[in-house]
């Protein structure tokens, strides 16, 4: 069964350090989504990707935030200077169409900014 | 605007118990997302909704639009139901999904 894959599936950098999160969605899927989790705490919204560009994004996703398709496969999310509280677990999503659709998650990738 | 209220907050169970989880919300959507965390994180899918009922296996998902009200049930739970169950809504006047701080289920054997 098709999946969304997340690499790395852990990464620790420093603060002020850029980092960049891949994700891999699903290959007939066209809306693209990244998610954020801080440890202990909801899920969260940051951005949805559709047609090369961005088509909604949350308070947090800031100057600092910003996303690609650079290939045909690819989804990256980066993050230009990281904070300590960059840390959480970051979720790519992706799903076929927009309205209505299943968002099928990759496994996260979790990132701990010392 | 965008709280999504989820309860119980925790909840343990029996095997084989039939389990409900509820998810409000203040105001009008176009989909609801019910989702399962496993313990080392990852997000699984369950149902999405905009009206009615939807049932895979032994989980059934139904909506009241009217109440702004949906509820999760697992029959004949079993240990291997133990996760977290989230609930995200997508309202009407936008396109992101807001997140229920989650419902975390224990399953004793």
């Known amino acids: 069964e098709p999946e969304v894959t997340q690499t790395p599936s852990h990464q620790v950098t420093q603060m002020g350090q850029e980092v960049i999160l891949r994700c891999v969605p699903i290959s007939n899927h066209l809306y693209f989504y990244w998610y954020r989790q801080i440890l202990g705490q909801k899920v969260e919204f940051l951005v949805s990707f559709y047609n090369n560009e961005i088509s909604e994004k949350s308070e947090i996703f800031d100057d600092q935030f910003s996303v690609e398709r650079p290939d045909g496969s690819n989804f990256t999310l980066k993050i230009r200077s990281t904070k300590l509280e960059d840390s959480a677990m970051y979720f790519c999503a992706s799903s076929e169409t927009f309205v209505g659709e299943t968002q099928y998650f990759g496994p996260g990738t979790r990132l701990l900014v010392l | 605007k965008n709280e999504v209220e989820q309860s119980p907050q925790n909840l343990t169970a029996q095997e084989g118990e039939f389990i409900t989880i509820n998810c409000s919300y203040s105001v009008g959507i176009s989909a609801l997302h019910w989702l399962q965390q496993h313990p080392g994180g990852g997000i699984v899918s369950l149902f999405m909704?905009?009206?009615g009922k939807k049932k895979h296996g032994r989980l059934i998902a139904t909506i009241n639009i009217q109440e702004k009200h949906s509820s999760l049930h697992i029959t004949a739970s079993h240990p291997r139901d133990s996760a977290v169950y989230i609930c995200a809504v997508r309202y009407n006047t936008g396109n992101q999904f807001y997140f229920g701080t989650g419902t975390s289920l224990t399953v004793i054997p």
């Open positions: 909704l905009s009206s």
